[in-house]
């Protein structure tokens, strides 16, 4: 049986930083890209960034230079190192596992605010 634990979301300010984590098992997480995204109130759920089983990188436009996605083979983690974080970035953030299937995370809410 597949499973995530999504750890790592909170209320941050502008232009905080958080560090999002996931950690898969049952599965072989190294075989697997990984991704992140995220869903906002009354939106549809967009990437926010990719990871390739080996360690490609790509980036939603909006995300760049501030977002880094890394991953640890060794220890089944995904993480999402997010700095400079907007308001408009509050959203429910979901880490997803893609090779022959596809797997999601529960999601770990992030909310950023004054």
């Known amino acids: 049986q597949v499973q995530f634990v999504e750890s790592g979301g909170g209320l941050v300010q502008p232009g905080g930083s958080l560090r999002l984590s996931c950690t898969a098992s049952?599965?072989?997480?190294?075989?697997?890209?990984m991704g992140w995204y995220r869903q906002a109130p009354g939106k549809q759920r967009e990437l926010v960034a990719h990871i390739t089983s080996g360690g490609r990188t790509n980036y939603a436009d909006s995300v760049k230079g501030r977002l880094t996605i890394s991953r640890d083979n060794a220890k089944n983690t995904v993480f999402l190192q997010m700095n400079s974080l907007k308001p408009e970035e509050t959203a429910v953030y979901y880490c997803r596992a893609l090779a022959y299937s596809i797997y999601w995370g529960q999601g770990t809410q992030v909310t950023v605010s004054v």
């Open positions: 049952g599965l072989d997480f190294s075989m697997y890209d």
